[in-house]
Each structure stands twice: as C-alpha cells, then as structure tokens.
T-cell receptor, first 111, second 111 residues
Framework: DTGVSQNPRHKITKRGQNVTFRCDPI?????LYWYRQTLGQGPEFLTY????????KSRLLSDRFSAERPKGSFSTLEIQRTEQGDSAMYLC?????????FGPGTRLTVL | SQKIEQNSEALNIQEGKTATLTCNYT??????LQWYRQDPGRGPVFLLL?????KEKRKERLKVTFDTTLKQSLFHITASQPADSATYLC??????????FGKGTRLHILP
C-alpha cells in the first residue's frame, strides 16, 4: 500500500501522560500536514512541513504539542501532559501540489 | 476571518435522485476549492478540485460548480446510490499552502 499510514490507529491514555503518533506520508510528497478532528466538525489545521522544515503552527497547537519531521520523510506528533480536551481524531495528510491525501487517522481517548 | 458554511448537517435523498450539497464562504477569495468524502472512522478522501477560473468540473456521477460571485460551490451526485452515503467536506485553499475545511454534510441515500 503506497498511501499515507498512521500509527497507532487507536490510543487510550490517562490524563497527564504523554503520547506520540507517527505518520508515514506518500514517499514523493514533500508537504506533510497534521489536523485534529472532533465529532461533527471538519479537520482543523494544526501544523505543516515542507520537507523537514516546519512552516506554520496553528494557535490551536499549545506548548504541549510538538511535531517533527527529522529527515523530511515520516513525522511524529507528540502531546505532553494530555488533557481530556485533547481527545480527538488526529489526521495526517501529505501532498505534492494542491490535493492532500489523508491517512486513516489516530483516535486518541484521554481518560 | 474566513468562514465556510456547508448547507446542512444532514441530507436525506432517495436512491436514484440527484443529491446537491452546498458550500458557501465569506471574507475570502480562494484560488481553488476541493470536495472530499469521509466515511466514519476514516480519513477524508479527495474527490474533485475546481479552480477559480473554472465554472464546472465533472467526474463520473459527480459534478462541482464554482461561482466566485456568489461565493458558492455546489456538489452534485447524480443517480445516487446507498454506497454514496457518507460525510462530504468542502475545503478552500488559504493561499499559503493550507486548506480550510467546512464542517461537512452527512448524506444519507435511502433505498
């Protein structure tokens, strides 16, 4: 399968714990995006990378959130000291031009 | 600020009829507009992209129109089938390599 993959698909954690998600984009795509989606809402932009450079971060992304794309290939999104309000689907997408190709998402539940 | 509205949260259409979904936007002039399909628990899947200088685009049973004067896009599914039931998301580019999503419309095709 040459699409975007995300791991894990589901994560349940206790409030205050740290979690890390991974995204593997389509190999020739130089842009990688992270979104958060809650029930009944569209995906909300969090941050994006052009190759290994993080070009923009949404104000939704508090200091507890950090993302990396160390070699311009896969990316990780870490949430420190998770809160119940962080429960959501975290989506990754990659693109080369205008169209974004999404992964299946990681469903985070913070208890 | 930029605002995207999709006409309704949910839409019920009889099988075989044409489903029409609406996307309106304000305070903005996007270079292009995209439509995505999202099934429960999955990431969005790209369907069609239409640019500001295009009035209409078709793909199989799908048709998208883009009226930059009305600031509106219409998304049509002809000869609708129960398998077309899903949430459909409208997305606009923000002219800085990001796209902004609407909340989506849940479409139910009734057999």
């Amino acid at each position: 399968d040459t699409g975007v993959s995300q791991n894990p698909r589901h994560k349940i954690t206790k409030r205050g714990q740290n979690v890390t998600f991974r995204c593997d984009p389509i190999s020739e795509h130089n842009r990688l995006y992270w979104y958060r989606q809650t029930l009944g809402q569209g995906p909300e932009f969090l941050t994006y990378f052009q190759n290994e450079a993080q070009l923009e971060k949404s104000r939704l992304l508090s200091d507890r959130f950090s993302a990396e794309r160390p070699k311009g290939s896969f990316s990780t999104l870490e949430i420190q000291r998770t809160e119940q309000g962080d429960s959501a689907m975290y989506l990754c997408a990659s693109s080369q031009l205008d169209t974004q190709y999404f992964g299946p998402g990681t469903r985070l539940t913070v208890l | 600020s930029q605002k995207i509205e999709q006409n309704s949260e949910a839409l019920n259409i009889q099988e075989g009829k044409t489903a029409t979904l609406t996307c309106n936007y304000t305070n903005y002039s996007p270079a292009y507009l995209q439509w995505y399909r999202q099934d429960p628990g999955r990431g969005p899947v790209f369907l069609l992209l239409i640019r500001e200088n295009e009035k209409e685009k078709r793909k199989e049973r799908l048709k998208v129109t883009f009226d930059t004067t009305l600031k509106q896009s219409l998304f049509h599914i002809t000869a609708s089938q129960p398998a077309d039931s899903a949430t459909y998301l409208c997305a606009l580019d923000s002219r800085d390599d990001k796209i902004i999503f609407g909340k989506g419309t849940r479409l139910h095709i009734l057999p």
